[in-house]
Nanobody, 124 residues
Framework: QLQASGGGSVPTGGSLRLSCAAS????????IGWFRQAPGQARLPVGC????????YVENTMAGRFTISKDNSENTVYLRMNDLKPEDTAVYYC???????????????????WGQGTLVTVSS
C-alpha cells in the first residue's frame, strides 16, 4: 500500500513537503516515482528515488525547486517543493516499481503500485 499525503493550498512562493509511505511490500530494492496531473492535462513525471543506490532525479523544469529524499528510519520518501508557482497546481501521485534493478526512472508503465494522490493548489 502506498499513501501520499501533505498536499494543501499555498500562495505563490510557498513550500510543501509531500510524503509517500509504503507498507506491505516485500523486502528488496524498489523505486519510488513522483508524478503529477494538472486539471485537464496528462499525468507527467516529477522525479524518482531508488533504494538500489539512493539515486534521486527531478525533472529539469522543477530541479532547483523540488528535491526528493528518503527517511531511513521510516519507509517514507519525501518530495520537498519550494518556491511553488501556480503552474505547480496538480494532483501529485507517488508510485512504486518493485523491480529494484531498474533503478530510478520516470517511465510510468513499470510502476505497478500507485498511491491515491494528494492535491496541491498554488494561488497567485
Amino acid at each position: 500500500q502506498l499513501q501520499a499525503s501533505g498536499g494543501g493550498s499555498v500562495p505563490t512562493g510557498g513550500s510543501l513537503r509531500l510524503s509517500c509511505a509504503a507498507s506491505g511490500f516485500e523486502a528488496g530494492d524498489y523505486a519510488i516515482g513522483w508524478f503529477r496531473q494538472a486539471p485537464g492535462q496528462a499525468r507527467l513525471p516529477v522525479g524518482c528515488w531508488s533504494s538500489k543506490d539512493g539515486f534521486t532525479y527531478v525533472e529539469n523544469t522543477m530541479a532547483g525547486r523540488f528535491t526528493i529524499s528518503k527517511d531511513n528510519s521510516e519507509n517514507t520518501v519525501y518530495l520537498r517543493m519550494n518556491d511553488l508557482k501556480p503552474e505547480d497546481t496538480a494532483v501529485y501521485y507517488c508510485a512504486l516499481d518493485p523491480i529494484g534493478g531498474r533503478g530510478c526512472h520516470v517511465r510510468e508503465s513499470p510502476y505497478h503500485h500507485w498511491g491515491q494522490g494528494t492535491l496541491v493548489t498554488v494561488s497567485s
